[in-house]
């Protein structure tokens, strides 16, 4: 402030639109202190060891199907499935991982819950000392995947295990990363269209075009929708898809007077999509020689999409026009004779003073037929208006 540097107690504002850049500059620091001292100190080991019991029971299974028992074989390969082929707790093996959005952050460890404080305790010493920094408590969790959810940019994080799900004879979901939608996120999301604990109507929409509505809605959807595509239980979002579409039918319906129902076969259509046809809500505004303009709700397959991406349609740029008044006064011309000159304003409190029609001087006529309360014009018409032009000189 005035050039002089002060130090603030309250650090980058909440929300505001400059705070990720501050933490990404800020809170480099932090990324090389994980990677140049915690990583290393906490990762060693390439491969877990292998399950001594795991393998005993391979090779009986191995010498049962030799022997053509085959009953027994089916018990065998049933308690293999249920049995890590690794030594899930092989003191030589560790790993780290570490991940940063922002301020968000967050650290996934292979190891022991005390080495997991160890490292909780080295990376708030740090922050404190050379950041001068706080981990916040309520916030900074040391969660077991498996048991509980670690929550990040919005999406519950665990680590899957399921012995039943078996590809190609192997199981394929043991120790992988699953994203899940939390359920907080699908009740507060619903509760915004919800009174009473029940779809209702927006009255601030009521006022607006049946498309507007419609688009207002499927673009909110869209959003949410479009963002939780990677969580593998995203099909929960179809109980927010039935309240937000009854909230928008209702608000529809409010505003023509009708119901839900006629609402609902007025503006139903089915769309095709990567993985077959789907109904949704539509409403078109037709244009002459250029295509419609298209409002769409739903019609998004609540299917699992790694690789999704926002499709939101651009919004056109917006070209901000100057005042009437400014662009007539910088064309420089008299609006009276024509003449290309310095110019002036001459203007009327109201249209009503300029008098009746026929009665009239000829730039009064001319600013009742341009219904405008002002007039650019030269420095000689400005003066006849006035009636203020001086006598020419006499010459002798």
Same mark, same amino acid.
């Not at 010493?125 to 969660?143: A, G, V």
């Given at each position: 402030?005035?050039?002089?540097?002060?130090? %603030?107690?309250?650090?980058?504002?909440?929300?505001?639109?400059?705070?990720?850049?501050?933490?990404?500059?800020?809170?480099?620091?932090?990324?090389?202190?994980?990677?140049?001292?915690?990583?290393?100190?906490?990762?060693?080991?390439?491969?877990?060891?292998?399950?001594?019991?795991?393998?005993?029971?391979?090779?009986?299974?191995?010498?049962?199907?030799?022997?053509?028992?085959?009953?027994?074989?089916?018990?065998?390969?049933?308690?293999?499935?249920?049995?890590?082929?690794?030594?899930?707790?092989?003191?030589?093996?560790?790993?780290?991982?570490?991940?940063?959005?922002?301020?968000?952050?967050?650290?996934?460890?292979?190891?022991?819950?005390?080495? @997991?404080?160890?490292?909780?305790?080295?990376?708030?010493?740090?922050?404190?000392?050379?950041?001068?920094?706080?981990?916040?408590?309520?916030?900074?969790?040391?969660? *077991?995947?498996?048991?509980?959810?670690?929550?990040?940019?919005?999406?519950?994080?665990?680590?899957?295990?399921?012995?039943?799900?078996?590809?190609?004879?192997?199981?394929?979901?043991?120790?992988?990363?699953?994203?899940?939608?939390?359920?907080?996120?699908?009740?507060?999301?619903?509760?915004?269209?919800?009174?009473?604990?029940?779809?209702?109507?927006?009255?601030?929409?009521?006022?607006?075009?049946? *498309?507007?509505?419609?688009?207002?809605?499927?673009?909110?959807?869209?959003?949410?929708?479009?963002?939780?595509?990677?969580?593998?239980?995203?099909?929960?979002? @179809?109980?927010?898809?039935?309240?937000?579409?009854?909230?928008?039918?209702?608000?529809?319906?409010?505003?023509?007077?009708?119901?839900?129902?006629?609402? @609902?076969?007025?503006?139903?259509?089915?769309?095709?999509?990567?993985?077959?046809?789907?109904?949704?809500?539509?409403?078109?505004?037709?244009?002459?020689?250029?295509?419609?303009?298209?409002?769409?709700?739903?019609?998004?397959?609540?299917?699992?999409?790694?690789?999704?991406?926002?499709?939101?349609?651009?919004?056109?740029?917006?070209?901000?026009?100057?005042?009437?008044?400014? %662009?007539?006064?910088?064309?420089?011309?008299?609006?009276?004779?024509?003449?290309?000159?310095?110019?002036?304003?001459?203007?009327?409190?109201?249209?009503?003073?300029?008098?009746?029609?026929?009665?009239?001087?000829?730039?009064?006529?001319?600013?009742?037929?341009?219904?405008?309360?002002?007039?650019?014009?030269?420095?000689?018409?400005?003066?006849?208006?006035?009636?203020?032009?001086?006598?020419?000189?006499?010459?002798?």
């Amino acid at each position: 402030e005035d050039w002089v540097w002060n130090a %603030t107690h309250s650090g980058s504002p909440q929300g505001g639109v400059v705070s990720p850049i501050l933490s990404n500059i800020y809170l480099h620091k932090m990324d090389e202190y994980i990677e140049k001292v915690l990583i290393p100190e906490y990762a060693r080991g390439r491969v877990r060891k292998s399950n001594r019991a795991f393998h005993r029971v391979w090779a009986a299974m191995a010498s049962a199907r030799k022997r053509g028992d085959l009953t027994k074989v089916r018990e065998l390969r049933k308690q293999l499935h249920s049995m890590p082929s690794m030594d899930t707790q092989d003191p030589g093996y560790r790993r780290l991982r570490y991940v940063r959005y922002a301020d968000d952050t967050l650290v996934g460890f292979a190891g022991a819950k005390a080495e @997991a404080e160890e490292i909780k305790e080295h990376l708030a010493q740090f922050l404190r000392d050379d950041l001068k920094l706080e981990l916040s408590p309520e916030k900074t969790l040391i969660t *077991h995947a498996r048991t509980r959810a670690a929550r990040f940019l919005g999406y519950d994080i665990t680590v899957l295990h399921n012995d039943r799900k078996i590809s190609g004879r192997r199981r394929t979901v043991n120790g992988t990363i699953g994203l899940r939608v939390p359920r907080s996120v699908v009740s507060a999301k619903q509760a915004q269209y919800k009174e009473r604990g029940k779809p209702a109507r927006r009255p601030e929409l009521l006022n607006q075009d049946d *498309h507007v509505i419609i688009s207002t809605y499927g673009s909110e959807y869209r959003g949410i929708v479009q963002y939780y595509l990677m969580a593998g239980d995203v099909f929960r979002l @179809a109980r927010l898809q039935w309240v937000m579409e009854t909230s928008m039918l209702m608000t529809l319906a409010n505003k023509h007077r009708s119901s839900v129902s006629k609402m @609902a076969r007025k503006y139903a259509t089915t769309i095709d999509t990567p993985h077959g046809p789907r109904k949704c809500f539509e409403a078109r505004v037709e244009r002459i020689d250029r295509k419609p303009l298209v409002g769409r709700f739903g019609g998004i397959p609540l299917r699992q999409n790694k690789k999704t991406v926002i499709t939101d349609r651009r919004l056109a740029p917006v070209t901000i026009k100057r005042k009437e008044l400014v %662009t007539r006064l910088l064309a420089g011309r008299c609006e009276a004779c024509g003449r290309v000159d310095e110019v002036e304003v001459h203007h009327v409190a109201k249209l009503a003073d300029l008098g009746r029609s026929g009665n009239r001087p000829p730039w009064a006529d001319l600013m009742a037929a341009r219904h405008r309360k002002t007039l650019v014009v030269c420095g000689s018409c400005h003066a006849d208006i006035h009636g203020t032009r001086p006598a020419p000189a006499l010459t002798e």
